[in-house]
């Protein structure tokens, strides 16, 4: 079975988020990166399928030069190969877009199933993986928690809210967008990160796919959300705050 | 030319975000002088249709067909489209469901445009719209700003305070779209859920919650003993459940539990929306954690800004030392 799995890079979780003067944008230069959580996981679930089944499993990520080490990264867990469609560093596309550059990637290579990320940490779109599909002439389910390709199709258990579930079949080709938690995450090997080097990478700069569209929106301005509750802190050492919520705990909140 | 709000129902019940979305419908009808309405779609959408038309719409369509039922993501694009395209809203607004995550980016792609989605806030520059959505899982907001129409926006659970019914009753119009079974791939199956829960944290009076900043499964008994010295349930977010360091059963937010206890005290949490809608309604919040900018703060009665490692045995101790009256 052949695989494509869109993997992105996102500035890391505990990285300190500056912005810029401009107010666009992050300033980068505090930035360290990682890749999208649940991007793992879907390369985690691309991965297994491809032990049980066989096939090629193919990263692509649209980012900065920047993104080169994520895909690295998920070449020495084990992916065979990788398209780096390579952008500016305007890292603030709307999802449209980004789904226009990624499946001009994705339409050479004809795939029976392609994997998602649900949503992506930065700018938390949770659409890239439903565009793609449209674009592409796929089917597609949202937020899946279990994949099990049958005959010509493919079986996945998605996740509906409150703890319920629901399963659906899919022709394929398929996009799937796959929530965090869905496989057990493998670690890259010494010999993954060695292989790695020698895995091939097809760097294609965006400017050269030949797309022009109008974004479908624009970002103005980003700041820090406003602070509406009134909120005590408690500070101090952490036996003064310790006893200080204690006795609140007891005398204000009662549970104790 | 108006501003429609898409109403959610599964079975016959609506999804109370709804008019939460029908309500941000009617703040950007209000600032930019258009009608607002509503569409429901269902296999048999005239109950549901006429029970919105009193909830302050000048009309509300009740989009029908028997496949609409149950949900594909394909009929409802489908269904939608062929409304849009005959009735041409300037905005179209939904809540920012599971449901409306699973097919609102195909809709709006079908006419080239992308979805605002997870939108907070609306704001009107000088008769222009910006509409606020959050980054980071709620670290930053950003003000966007959509171009061209339709716009299409999906609203935040929370984020507007539900319309309410009037004793005003719109017209109900039925629309019936042209619908084909060999276009709709995706054969779904009955809901369901998994076996029974052994825990209920929806009945608990106190839920000690943790999150990735406990950073290791060999740190768990940390929370542990501080939830047994409180005489808590013990609850976690999402990356704490995916790692099976707690069970499933025990994850609060959109996909887990929602809990409404007497206290609710989130240890190493950030306060994404997805935890938040879970833990919301309890009666008291306190937070530990060691970013001061973490959104948990924005919800929590009670912040201790500093290292979990250092804070949390401390007051396990100072409880156990107020519980036995020393
Ligand atoms: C469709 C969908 C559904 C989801 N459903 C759920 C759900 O039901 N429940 C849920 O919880 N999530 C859910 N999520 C995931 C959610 O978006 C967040 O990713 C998740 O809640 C983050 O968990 P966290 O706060 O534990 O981790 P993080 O966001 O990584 O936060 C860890 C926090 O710990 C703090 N910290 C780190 N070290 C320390 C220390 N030493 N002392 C004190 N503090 C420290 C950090 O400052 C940080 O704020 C869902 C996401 C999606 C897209
Ligand atoms: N720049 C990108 N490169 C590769 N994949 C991406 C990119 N942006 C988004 N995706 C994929 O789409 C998913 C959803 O992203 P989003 O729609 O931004 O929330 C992510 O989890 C990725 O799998």
């Known amino acids: 079975m052949k695989i494509i799995v869109a993997v992105k890079q996102v500035p890391a979780r505990d990285s300190a988020l500056r912005l810029r003067a401009d107010g666009k944008w992050l300033d980068a230069s505090d930035l360290s990166y990682e890749m999208n959580e649940p991007d793992a996981y879907a390369l985690e679930e691309a991965l297994q399928l491809r032990e049980k089944l066989g096939g090629e499993v193919v990263v692509v990520s649209l980012g900065s030069e920047q993104a080169a080490q994520t895909i690295r990264e998920a070449l020495a867990k084990g992916a065979d190969r990788a398209i780096h469609l390579e952008s500016g560093e305007d890292l603030t596309l709307d999802a449209l877009t980004t789904a226009r550059l990624l499946a001009k990637a994705i339409e050479k290579e004809s795939p029976e199933l392609i994997l998602t990320g649900l949503q992506s940490d930065d700018l938390g779109y949770g659409q890239t993986g439903v565009i793609l599909a449209e ?68 760097t294609i700069r965006t400017s050269e796919l030949g797309f022009s569209g109008d974004p479908a929106t624009a970002v103005e301005q980003v700041y820090a959300p406003q602070r509406a509750k009134q909120t005590q802190i408690l500070s101090g050492d952490a036996k003064q705050v310790a006893h200080q919520l204690a006795e609140k705990l007891k005398f204000e909140v009662r549970v104790i | 030319m108006s501003v429609l709000a898409i109403l959610e129902q599964r079975e016959g019940i609506w999804n109370r975000m709804s008019f939460e979305a029908l309500a941000a419908a009617q703040k950007l009808g209000q600032a930019l002088g258009l009608p607002v309405e509503a569409a429901v779609l269902s296999n048999d959408a005239g109950v549901l249709a006429s029970q919105a038309a009193a909830y302050g719409v000048g009309k509300v369509f009740a989009i029908e067909d028997a496949l609409l039922d149950p949900y594909t993501p394909e009929a409802y694009t489908a269904a939608l489209e062929q409304l849009i395209r005959s009735h041409n809203p300037k905005l179209v607004v939904f809540p920012h469901s599971y449901q409306v995550r699973d097919y609102a980016p195909k809709l709006a792609a079908r006419f080239a445009k992308a979805l605002v989605s997870d939108v907070v806030d609306v704001k009107n520059a000088n008769g222009a719209i910006l509409f606020v959505r959050q ?164 919800t929590a009665d009670y912040a201790v800004v500093g290292d979990l490692f250092e804070i949390v045995p401390a007051l396990t101790e100072e409880i156990k030392k107020v519980k036995s009256g020393n």
């Open chain 1, 135 to 202: 674009l592409l002439g796929c089917s597609h389910a949202t937020i899946v928690m279990e994949v099990e390709p049958e005959n010509g199709a493919v079986k996945v258990k998605r996740e509906l809210e409150d703890g319920w579930f629901q399963n659906v079949r899919l022709p394929l080709p398929a996009v799937l967008t796959i929530q965090s938690g869905i496989k057990k995450l493998r670690y890259a090997t010494l010999m993954g990160i060695k292989k790695a080097k020698s895995k091939p990478v097809e």
């Open chain 2, 135 to 298: 980054l980071f899982q709620g670290k930053l907001n950003a003000d966007v700003r959509v171009n061209g129409e339709p716009a299409f926006v999906s609203i935040q659970a929370g984020a507007f305070r539900a319309a309410e019914r009037t004793d005003q009753t719109a017209q109900v119009e039925k629309f019936t779209p042209a619908l084909d079974a060999a276009q709709i791939g995706s054969k779904p199956e009955a809901p369901f859920r998994e076996a029974q829960r052994s825990v209920d944290l929806g009945a608990a009076s106190v839920i000690v919650s943790v999150g990735r900043g406990i950073r290791e499964k060999d740190n768990m008994p940390l929370v542990e003993e501080l939830a047994k010295a409180l005489g808590a349930e013990l609850a976690a977010s999402r990356p704490i459940c995916d790692n099976g360091w707690l069970p499933m059963e025990r994850q609060v937010g959109s996909s887990g539990q929602t809990v409404s206890p007497k206290m609710y005290l989130a240890v190493g949490i950030s306060g994404a929306i997805q935890h938040l809608v879970g833990m919301k309604g309890s009666q008291t919040v306190v937070a530990i954690n060691k970013d001061e900018n973490a959104p948990i703060f924005e």
